[in-house]
């Protein structure tokens, strides 16, 4: 995460925006009396929009929570090494 004045991003824009773009970086401009704006990458704006969805559905949020829970009590079944996903998924489901 990098912190410029809007002076510093105005004459360097080109390799801010590169960083941005291409190392996922974070830049925060800072425009004065503790005002500013966050340039982020489009990518991890896509995901962030796309966590706040999951996140605002109750039922989605308690089905996770639910799955997170029968992880921790071992109530999962995990793809051996070496098995394809359609080998997998077969025997997942005669495991029903």
Request: proline letters at 1%; hydrophobic letters at 30%.
């Amino acid at each position: 995460m990098r912190t410029v004045s809007y002076t510093d991003l105005k004459a360097n824009l080109k390799s801010y925006i590169d960083a941005v773009v291409d190392d996922y970086d974070t830049v925060i401009i800072k425009r004065g009396k503790g005002k500013g704006v966050v340039m982020i990458s489009l990518d991890e704006y896509n995901s962030l929009k796309e966590t706040e969805y999951i996140m605002s559905s109750p039922d989605t949020m308690e089905a996770i929570h639910k799955g997170e829970e029968n992880i921790k009590n071992g109530n999962s079944i995990s793809q051996n090494e070496g098995e394809s996903i359609d080998d997998f998924l077969r025997r997942v489901a005669y495991t029903k």
